[in-house]
T-cell receptor, first 116, second 113 residues
Framework: DTAVSQTPKYLVTQMGNDKSIKCEQN?????MYWYKQDSKKFLKIMFS???????INETVPNRFSPKSPDKAHLNLHINSLELGDSAVYFC???????????????FGEGSRLTVL | GENVEQHPSTLSVQEGDSAVIKCTYS??????FPWYKQELGKRPQLIID?????GEKKDQRIAVTLNKTAKHFSLHITETQPEDSAVYFC????????????FGTGTRLLVSP
């Protein structure tokens, strides 16, 4: 069973289009994240949700809109795609605050977005 | 906010040699320092971490050291093997609950047989 799964794994689209990436975790974690990894491999946090509530929003353009329908799912919708949005987007989860939390982030396999 | 610098950006060693990757952080409030390994085309995975109340931690061939005063922490890999080849990321955060991990820029380690 995959702990953190993302779909699609690959996405190729034209500038100006709107696309979504979905993420689901079956670890029972409270907190989920979106990270962006660019072509230079820089990993940067975009958003974090804890129990469906947004807790981190890192100066990401408002073309990016995350949605968490429940604590096991965190989706990312991107409007009006631009060339610079090309990257690998990683979903991740962690247990959240609490004594059992080791701090480890569990990443999904990534979704490679290519904007032409 | 936190800023993490990582050096070197690439590191080539012969199998059996040791490898050391160094990071510095800016926010003295940071208290959690993990290291992630990312193999080509794969997801980042935690390999070791250290908290600010500890100066050193070891797990088989890998160890991490932390100098809080200097705001430095390092990853040490001994007896490197070709399967250690990957990109390694250091990171820092001030809270292990709601993680706002700030990652370093990554080090590409190549271990030649």
């Amino acid at each position: 069973d995959t702990a953190v799964s993302q779909t699609p794994k690959y996405l190729v689209t034209q500038m100006g289009n709107d696309k979504s990436i979905k993420c689901e975790q079956n670890l029972g974690h409270d907190t989920m994240y979106w990270y962006k990894q660019d072509s230079k491999k820089f990993l940067k946090i975009m958003f974090s949700y804890n129990n469906k509530e947004l807790i981190i929003n890192e100066t990401v353009p408002n073309r990016f809109s995350p949605k968490s329908p429940d604590k096991a799912h965190l989706n990312l919708h991107i409007n009006s795609l631009e060339l610079g949005d090309s990257a690998v987007y990683f979903c991740a989860s962690s247990p959240g605050a609490g004594g059992m939390n080791t701090g480890e982030l569990f990443f999904g396999e990534g979704s490679r977005l290519t904007v032409l | 906010g936190e800023n993490v610098e990582q050096h070197p950006s690439t590191l080539s060693v012969q199998e059996g040699d040791s490898a050391v990757i160094k990071c510095t952080y800016s926010d003295s409030a940071s208290n959690y320092f993990p290291w992630y390994k990312q193999e080509l085309g794969k997801r980042p995975q935690l390999i070791i971490d250290i908290r600010s109340n500890v100066g050193e931690k070891k797990d088989q061939r890998i160890a991490v050291t932390l100098n809080k005063t200097a705001k430095h922490f390092s990853l040490h890999i001994t007896e490197t093997q070709p399967e250690d080849s990957a990109v390694y990321f250091c990171a820092a955060s001030w809270d292990t609950g709601f993680q706002k991990l700030v990652f370093g820029t990554g080090t590409r380690l190549l271990v030649s047989p």
